[in-house]
T-cell receptor, first 113, second 116 residues
Framework: GQQLNQSPQSMFIQEGEDVSMNCTSS?????WLWYKQEPGEGPVLLIA?????ELTSNGRLTAQFGITRKDSFLNISASIPSDVGIYFC?????????????FGTGTRLKVLA | NAGVTQTPKFQVLKTGQSMTLQCAQD?????MYWYRQDPGMGLRLIYY???????DKGEVPNGYNVSRLNKREFSLRLESAAPSQTSVYFC???????????????FGQGTRLTVV
């Protein structure tokens, strides 16, 4: 089945460092979403991108919707220990009366204090 | 406002047993989804329901059935559980686009299923 190529698969970084992760796809999407999942919880939405080329920030998070509509990146600045978790990208398209979401395989982030 | 609620949170089954995972949302969303999450595989769509009364197969439907009982509830049934169905199952909901923000899918906390 179709999945998005998300990289890196995992990252170990020092507290205070910046983090960058990205997703690429062979398909075009209308919307890109970035989710964070903490242990024992469901994914929670961080940022949503609705237009090609859009750059959106949410606190220390910045995400961009690629101009080709086939990729997106997420940056986290000045990481802190609570940033630990798994980050998923999701491409969204609308068809047959509903949204179809395709998820990346996740980037597991560990922050070393 | 509870959002998306899944029950049970944990379950252990023996091979061949059956069970139903329950999901309910209180956001008046039209569309609901069932995903499974396996290590290194991200979230894969099992079944979805665009609206009350309709269901469709997703990427990995084999071994599962679903019922959209009403607008609020969407259940996932394993008729004869197999070890390959050991996974974490997530239910999600969203609603057809009225605003751009309606694209956002909301997830439950997950059901951790082990089949031995």
């Amino acid at each position: 089945g179709q999945q998005l190529n998300q990289s890196p698969q995992s990252m170990f970084i020092q507290e205070g460092e910046d983090v960058s992760m990205n997703c690429t796809s062979s398909s075009i999407f209308n919307t890109w979403l970035w989710y964070k999942q903490e242990p024992g919880e469901g994914p929670v939405l961080l940022i949503a991108l609705y237009k090609a080329g859009e750059l959106t920030s949410n606190g220390r998070l910045t995400a961009q919707f690629g101009i080709t509509r086939k990729d997106s990146f997420l940056n986290i600045s000045a990481s802190i220990p609570s940033d630990v978790g798994i980050y998923f990208c999701a491409g969204c398209s609308f068809a047959s009366g509903t949204y179809k979401y395709i998820f990346g395989t996740g980037t597991r982030l560990k922050v070393l204090a | 406002n509870a959002g998306v609620t899944q029950t049970p949170k944990f379950q252990v089954l023996k091979t061949g047993q059956s069970m139903t995972l329950q999901c309910a949302q209180d956001m008046n969303h039209n569309s609901m989804y069932w995903y499974r999450q396996d290590p290194g595989m991200g979230l894969r769509l099992i079944y979805y329901s665009a609206s009350e009364g309709t269901t469709d197969k997703g990427e990995v439907p084999n071994g599962y059935n679903v019922s959209r009982l009403n607008k609020r509830e969407f259940s996932l049934r394993l008729e004869s559980a197999a070890p390959s169905q050991t996974s974490v199952y997530f239910c999600a909901s969203t609603t057809p686009r009225v605003r751009a923000e309606d694209t956002e899918a909301f997830f439950g906390q997950g059901t951790r299923l082990t089949v031995v």
